[in-house]
């Protein structure tokens, strides 16, 4: 059954754009709840094959510390790791939306028959309350179905083949589950929507059992027509989240509308963040008139936030980031402490010392405790980076696709030293400057602004996202080095401008502070108005 569109209440897609419960049109800024209800071994710093996945996970905790000990450690972490704080802050810091992935097993009992599991529902109930009382949508996210959708550590599945789509019973399972989601929150305006599978179907591998896995795309694409006639029998007006092969980036499976209240939902990782990236996306969106979703993305550095989800701001693209808090690296919104001695765990997977159970026990009782948002280590510079405000260093080359001195249409090519060609992001004919390069960073997986300058000559220029709160004061510092004598740029925001001189250099970088008092605004340009200046970045600092 086709979603009426008579949509009042919930958010739900009208055409290219999102609309809100109330009717007025949104853009969806979330974050993840990943390592919750359903592990993932990095997030634990487990790299490899060894325990890769939430099964092989609670293995190795039984192992070391008794099945026993284990099973409750887990009720414990499952109970502690989002409350009604994680949410409440979400909300504060200008999300609206939180994206929830699941593992079925935890919602559904194995085995023979279709069985429900209060205690996992229970958890859910908990989200979509926090969520109502806080007033940011909860989007549910089906990360690992009955045996498997991806073929890979992601799903939890017993191998790396998508068994969801081979086996009758996992694909029974796997409908009966969102029917009953849907049946349970069908009246709940706080639930966003349906993720009904999360990155079906892995790319070609070489060491998987089933190497080439494109086989089953048809099938995903049947899956989705009867998972969605099941929830439209339940559940005619909460939005559904579609999702491609290939890690979510093939594109193959939408090859028809599967229901008018839905929105193609795309990921992105270790990729450039240019206009190139979204060019597929768009496309399809105008085809079926859908709204796009970038429902994953993240892991990567603070520039590249910086320079992505302004994009997606730009072209009206809703977004979700991975990750909200994890034990590993500075590049989530909250760092979870990892216990003393973690390590040992780590070492042992790699042939190390059993680390003996009182001491894998004490560990697992800090996680516990350490995993508490309030016992969390906060990162405001991923938050600011990806709302382009505060405190935060924008890349010189991460400028406004609709706002320089040239045509928009219009893209520049070139190679880094390794010969890998990358286009930059709609320019101001501002060439990329390859003469000097900032540290050996891995250009591939990252923005170029580590290794290439924006290089203005006189009469152009580049306009910037940043949002600015009114009457606010705030220093800008230009880092940039003069190719020629007697070089001049002009900052301009909210209408007030400032003039700084930058000197003559082939090696160093002027990093040269300009005040703005009083301002309120959404951008500013910076114009070079002599010379040729190659300008490597933008640090903005609130002042007051």
């Known amino acids: 059954m086709e979603a009426r569109m008579n949509n009042t209440g919930f958010l739900h897609a009208e055409g290219t754009r999102f609309v809100d419960k109330n009717g007025r049109p949104i853009v969806l800024r979330g974050a993840a709840l990943g390592n919750w209800l359903l592990l993932e071994g990095y997030m634990w710093n487990f790299m490899g094959k060894t325990c890769n996945r939430e099964r092989l996970i609670e293995k190795l905790f039984s ?59 229970e958890l859910l109930d ?57 049946r349970r929150y069908k009246d709940e305006t706080y639930v966003g929507g349906y993720d009904l599978l999360n990155e079906p179907i892995r790319p070609f591998r070489e060491d998987a059992p089933i190497k080439d896995l494109d086989y089953l795309i048809p099938a995903l694409s049947e899956f ?70 970038l429902g994953e993305t993240g892991e990567n550095t603070i520039e590249w936030f910086a320079t992505l989800f302004p994009m997606l701001e730009e072209n009206g693209i809703s977004w979700n980031f991975w990750q909200w808090k994890k034990g590993i690296r500075q590049n989530s919104n909250y760092v979870i402490k990892q216990p003393d001695g973690w390590d040992s765990v780590v070492q042992y997977l790699k042939g190390g010392p059993n680390p003996g159970m009182e001491n894998v026990r004490r560990m697992l009782d800090e996680w516990a405790e350490n995993c508490r948002i309030e016992n969390c280590i906060e990162i405001p510079s991923v938050r600011s980076a990806m709302f382009r405000d505060g405190d935060v260093v924008i890349p010189a080359l991460s400028y406004m696709e609709k706002g320089h001195s040239h045509i928009a249409s219009q893209q520049r090519e070139f190679k880094d030293r390794d010969g890998m060609m990358y286009i930059t992001r709609f320019g101001a004919l ?7 390069a900032h540290g050996n960073s891995d250009v591939r997986t990252d923005h170029p602004w580590n290794t290439f300058d924006l290089l203005l000559r006189e009469g152009e220029f580049a306009s910037y996202a940043y949002q600015i709160k009114a009457d ?8 940039a080095r003069g190719i020629a004598d007697g070089n001049e740029l002009c900052v301009e925001c909210s209408g007030e401008r400032q003039t700084l001189a930058i000197g003559k250099s082939q090696t160093d970088y ?35």
């Open 63 to 121: 192992e070391l510390a008794g099945r026993d000990f284990a099973e409750e450690f887990l009720n414990r972490y499952r109970h502690a790791f989002v409350s009604h704080e994680d949410i409440r802050r979400m909300a504060r810091m200008g999300f609206n939306s939180v994206r929830v992935p699941f593992n079925w097993k935890h919602l559904m009992c194995d085995g023979p028959g279709i069985k429900f599991k209060a205690e996992g529902f």
């Open 126 to 182: 908990n989200i979509v309350k926090w969520c109502s009382e806080e007033g940011i949508y909860a989007i549910l996210d089906m990360h690992a179905a009955p045996g498997g959708q991806t073929g890979s550590n992601i799903d939890d599945g017993v191998d790396d083949v998508a068994r969801l789509f081979l086996e009758p019973e996992s694909w029974g399972k796997a409908l009966a589950l969102w029917e009953e989601i849907a």
């Open 224 to 293: 989705y027509d009867e998972c969605i006639a099941r929830i439209r029998n339940v559940d005619p007006y909460h939005m559904l989240s579609i999702e491609g092969a290939h890690w979510a980036r093939d594109t193959r499976v939408f090859d028809h509308l599967y229901d008018k209240n839905m929105c193609i939902h795309f990921h992105a990782y270790w990729t450039m963040p240019h206009k190139k990236l979204l060019e597929p996306y768009i496309a399809l969106s105008e085809q079926y008139q859908v709204p796009l979703w």
């Open 430 to 436: 501002p060439e990329i400057d390859p003469s000097h």
């Open 472 to 479: 606010s004061t705030i220093e800008f510092t230009i880092e």
């Open 510 to 544: 002027n990093a040269t502070p300009v005040i703005f008092s009083g301002l309120c605004g959404e951008s500013f340009k910076v114009n070079c108005v002599k010379g040729r200046v190659a300008i490597m970045g933008i640090r903005c600092k609130v002042v007051r």
